[in-house]
């Protein structure tokens, strides 16, 4: 299927104002570009009801959150709540990059969302992502009264890295190392450090995320080989899939971690979990946050936070 028009401009853009690609850059430089990009790529932020800027314990110091609720709601009512985890390849990303995301999910799926600021590598490597959320996680659920939010309502969700990491703090809560989790939202999720999958011979060049760029990322996050197989670094490796919340998968064509993902829909459902995979073949990696010059980055948006909502209305 042709990649999507949008997405083709967005390339023919980058092209033409001549960026590198990621993987030639060093972690700074990349941060510096990919902040860049925001205001090219991202449209205008909706309004939302509430935002506000809070901090929580972490293991080496604090970490920063940021939480939306919904346009129209009132400030006293208790609201489920989305924990986002940004991506970024765990080495570039923070609560800017994804604000206009977040925004959009807090609105559609009428919610609060709390975003987290967690350890970026390679400053900081695996698995100090993971251990953030896992505080972050725990903090919501400690402060839900003072955070107007229905503990017994709470998701975790999040783009590529972060759909990665979403995906751990799934499996860590069904064995019981973190509060229970009702509904896990992973998008274009990296779910396998191996990189050894067929659709990393397929996106070689020419992409937002190819293999060299991802093996890049893994390289900065997860050094050491050995500890690539680890479930949490490689969810997909877990031993079983099975008690892990509901979920919804989604995946992009034209992405590297396009098989890695679909594999992880398909070992949720084998394993019993209940899974809504929608897969956009005309999409590629990061797609979700280029809604300026690719539409179906609102719609998408806009599903994945319809079936967030129902699941809370439906169980």
């Known amino acids: 299927m042709p990649l999507d028009p949008g997405a083709q401009h967005v390339l023919e853009l980058i092209k033409q104002l001549g960026r590198p690609p990621i993987h030639t850059l060093t972690a700074v430089e990349a941060r510096e570009a990919s902040a860049k990009s925001r205001t090219v790529l991202q449209p205008e932020p909706a309004t939302v009801a509430e935002v506000q800027d809070l901090e929580c314990p972490g293991p080496l110091g604090t970490i920063r959150l940021r939480r939306y609720r919904a346009a129209g709601t009132d400030p006293t009512e208790v609201l489920p709540c989305l924990l986002f985890l940004h991506g970024g390849g765990w080495v570039i990303g923070d609560l800017d990059s994804h604000d206009q995301p977040c925004r959009t999910l807090a609105n559609a799926a009428r919610c609060s969302v709390i975003a987290v600021d967690y350890r970026m590598a390679p400053e ?34 999040g783009d590529s890295a972060g759909g990665n990491l979403a995906a751990v703090l799934s499996l860590m809560a069904r064995d019981g190392t973190l509060p229970p989790i009702g509904y896990q939202m992973l998008l274009y999720p990296a779910t396998d450090m191996a990189g050894e999958r067929p659709a990393y011979q397929r996106f070689t060049e020419g992409l937002i995320l190819t293999a060299a760029t991802m093996r890049w990322f893994i390289g900065h996050y997860v050094p050491d080989p050995a500890r690539r197989i680890e479930w949490a670094a490689s969810p997909l490796r877990a031993a079983s899939l099975a008690g892990t919340p509901t979920a919804y998968v989604m995946t992009a064509g034209y992405d590297p971690l396009v098989d890695e993902g679909i594999a992880y829909a398909k070992r949720l459902e084998e394993d019993g979990v209940r899974v809504t995979h929608v897969h956009m073949a005309d999409q590629m990696h990061a797609f979700l946050t280029m809604g300026k010059f690719i539409p179906a980055s609102d719609l998408a948006l806009r599903h994945a936070a319809a079936s967030l909502a129902h699941h809370w209305q439906n169980g």
């Open 124 to 157: 900081h490597l695996y698995p100090a992502a993971v251990e953030d959320a896992a505080a972050a996680l725990r903090f919501i659920v400690a402060e839900a009264a003072s955070l107007r939010i229905d503990p017994a309502r709470i998701a975790v969700g």
